[in-house]
């Protein structure tokens, strides 16, 4: 999933230097025809390894998949949205996926605007910190996270701590990660546009690019592991619906708003203090993360200590 994530983030970055590049060299149009002959080849490799799920359903009992029974959509979305875990970490999703939209789509513009650089070393350098931050940043966050919960994995395996306090566990430390990768995001990026000098903003924009690519990883963690197994998938995909109906979608028209209105400035100083935002709902689940942890925490405590008064 970490992968996943990481190479929207490169994908994207990488077109904003292929366009740039191709059309200086070709004219606009064939950034599109080039396009559209790599996703045919792509096309054509997806449907060759495509499987039918329902002929693998043919294998189990109706009604039963691998990880429990399956409910109809409109229980699956009560059942999510009474997660106030997962909820939270949706909002903060879409929050982060509003700047990262805002910031793709008028971040070339605000570059030429406000520091007089040309288009090509707009692109250049905005795809640049783009690629090595989701490279990079993602690998990264994925292997702090793994760190971070190797000692949980490491009782689990013992048989010390139940998979619950696992799982509560796994939602817990990614949600801090989230937090802390937000608030430093917000500030970075905020800071250079404060500082108003090119270099500045530059190294800012790559730090703070970098920092939020440290969430790729968590947040799939987190969303994963604080739903039930069956639910995973629904989950994954509504969160995809919403952070694109809430954040990067939306994201370019109402930051264009703001520039025709206040200026490509505010406008982007607007759209990385919105990070502040995701920094504040991904604490929020933090907070209700670290509740569910202490609480399954407590319970096994004292179920271990009923069942050792038993015995003796």
């Known amino acids: 999933m970490s992968i996943y994530a990481g190479s929207l983030q490169v994908g994207n970055a990488l077109g904003f230097i ?15 025809i080039l396009e559209a002959i790599f996703t045919s080849f792509l096309a054509v490799l ?12 043919k294998h189990r009992p109706e009604g039963e998949l691998e990880g ?46 406000h520091f007089g650089v040309s288009p090509l070393v707009a692109a250049l350098v905005l795809g640049g910190i783009a690629v090595f931050a989701g490279l990079v940043a993602t690998l990264l966050g994925s292997i702090l996270a793994d760190r971070l919960l190797k000692p949980t994995q490491k009782a689990f395996e013992k048989g010390e701590v139940s998979e619950t306090a696992v799982l509560a566990r796994r939602t817990q430390i990614p ?23 090119y270099i500045v903003w530059v190294v800012t924009l790559a730090a703070s690019v970098f920092s939020i690519a440290l969430t790729n990883g968590p947040i799939n963690l987190a969303l994963l592991s604080c739903v039930r197994p069956e639910l995973r998938g ?45 920094a504040l ?21 004292l179920t271990k200590k009923s069942d050792s008064e038993s015995i003796i």
């Open 18 to 32: 292929f366009g740039e590049v191709v059309s200086a060299a070709l004219g606009w149009r064939w950034p599109y």
């Open 46 to 57: 997806l449907l060759s390894a495509e499987k039918d799920p329902r002929l693998i359903q």
């Open 68 to 113: 429990g029974t399956v409910n109809s959509w409109s229980q699956q979305m009560c059942q999510l949205l009474r997660n106030s875990t997962y909820v939270w970490l949706c909002l903060g999703q879409a929050a982060f996926m509003f700047t990262a939209g805002a910031v793709a789509f008028w971040g070339t513009d605000f570059q030429v605007d």
């Open 175 to 197: 949600c801090r990660m989230l937090t802390i990768a937000a608030i430093s995001g917000a500030c970075f990026g905020t800071g250079g546009a404060i500082a108003n000098q």
């Open 234 to 278: 629904q989950a994954m995909a509504v969160q995809t619906f919403f952070y694109h109906l809430l954040g990067d979608f939306p994201s370019p028209y109402l930051v264009g708003w703001i520039n025709q209105g206040l200026g490509m400035y505010w406008g982007y100083l607007i759209t990385e203090a919105w990070l502040f935002l995701a």
């Open 281 to 301: 709902a991904w604490g929020v689940a933090w907070h209700r993360a670290s509740q569910v942890f202490i609480l399954v925490s407590l319970e096994e405590k």
